[in-house]
């Protein structure tokens, strides 16, 4: 079982393994490790959440912060976190026109303009055309909404990350 | 003044400039950039200091664990971040015999077993000696004691990398 697996890491492990399901912030995973063991993948997650969900609003804000610009100028050079760039990738982000990634450059200019943190939404549960409606929806709501908003998409994100790594642990205590 | 220059910066000039004065966690920068305009370098300095502080122990510990084991491997490979490499090579921990190296890690092994977070101390407030009498004393703390120091010593790292970055922007600011 996965999750036995992950019950019998150190600290050190636990942080190699899911330091990044939280875009740049391993410090969450660090502090969820203190709860361990975990009686399932469910139970981790919900760690995870409660975590951000007791964060004051600028430490919401600040993970949000930890993220880069969709589709930006890191997603063309490569060098996202290799996470982001996986999941900007299938969603088509790496495929824009000369017209749209202007347009998407505009989007997220005026988005961190408003509320400076960047638009964040989950890639994967995402395509290029729902990405562009949801910003362009999105950046006329007010703060508190989008800083909630933004922060479920956090947790969208993460719940994908947690996945895959249980998937891949699944499959390789197989052999 | 270096202040109105931090004050200038948007959230990502800030995060690049400040993210690993706490090491590793640039979601803690990226949290106190939603204070700014900043008064003086001491209140950036409280700001650090008092999110930090409101984080639960689990947060706090998660703080310490984002933290590589003193004079460890990673020391001798190069791969801390060029701030550890530095403190860690001014305090002398570059230059350990055999023997000290063989003592070093296996006092890191046994506080991390007892704590299960790693020993943190303010390497330039220190060297050598000093550390290695640390290490031997405060390995018979209490948790909650240890959790303390160790994060008095995270504030004291901080408050050395604030004044380098003042420091190096006052510097620039005159040119």
């Given at each position: 079982m996965a999750?036995?697996v992950?019950?019998?890491?150190d600290?050190?492990?636990f942080?190699?393994?899911?330091g990044?399901?939280?875009e740049?912030?391993?410090l969450?995973?660090?502090?969820v490790?203190?709860?361990h063991p975990?009686?399932s993948?469910?139970?981790l997650?919900?760690?995870?959440?409660d975590f951000?969900d007791?964060?004051p609003p600028?430490?919401q804000e600040?993970i949000?912060r930890c993220?880069i610009d969709l589709?930006?100028?890191?997603?063309?050079?490569?060098?996202?976190?290799s996470?982001?760039?996986?999941?900007q990738n299938?969603?088509?982000?790496?495929?824009?026109?000369?017209d749209q990634?202007?347009?998407i450059?505009e989007?997220?200019?005026?988005?961190?303009?408003?509320?400076?943190?960047?638009?964040v939404?989950?890639?994967?549960m995402n395509n290029?055309?729902?990405?562009?409606r949801?910003?362009?929806?999105?950046?006329?709501?007010s703060?508190?909404?989008e800083?909630?908003?933004?922060?479920?998409?956090?947790?969208?994100?993460c719940?994908?990350r947690?996945?895959?790594?249980?998937?891949?642990?699944?499959?390789n205590?197989?052999f």
């Amino acid at each position: 079982m996965a999750i036995q697996v992950f019950n019998s890491m150190d600290y050190e492990e636990f942080i190699n393994k899911f330091g990044n399901v939280i875009e740049k912030c391993p410090l969450i995973a660090a502090a969820v490790w203190t709860n361990h063991p975990f009686t399932s993948l469910g139970a981790l997650e919900k760690m995870f959440e409660d975590f951000i969900d007791l964060l004051p609003p600028s430490g919401q804000e600040g993970i949000l912060r930890c993220h880069i610009d969709l589709a930006g100028r890191d997603l063309l050079k490569g060098t996202l976190s290799s996470e982001s760039q996986a999941e900007q990738n299938q969603a088509g982000l790496t495929d824009l026109t000369l017209d749209q990634r202007s347009q998407i450059r505009e989007l997220n200019a005026s988005y961190k303009n408003k509320f400076h943190f960047p638009f964040v939404i989950c890639a994967r549960m995402n395509n290029k055309d729902t990405i562009f409606r949801q910003i362009s929806i999105r950046i006329h709501n007010s703060p508190e909404h989008e800083l909630k908003i933004g922060i479920a998409e956090v947790k969208k994100i993460c719940h994908l990350r947690l996945l895959d790594i249980f998937k891949q642990v699944s499959h390789n205590s197989k052999f």
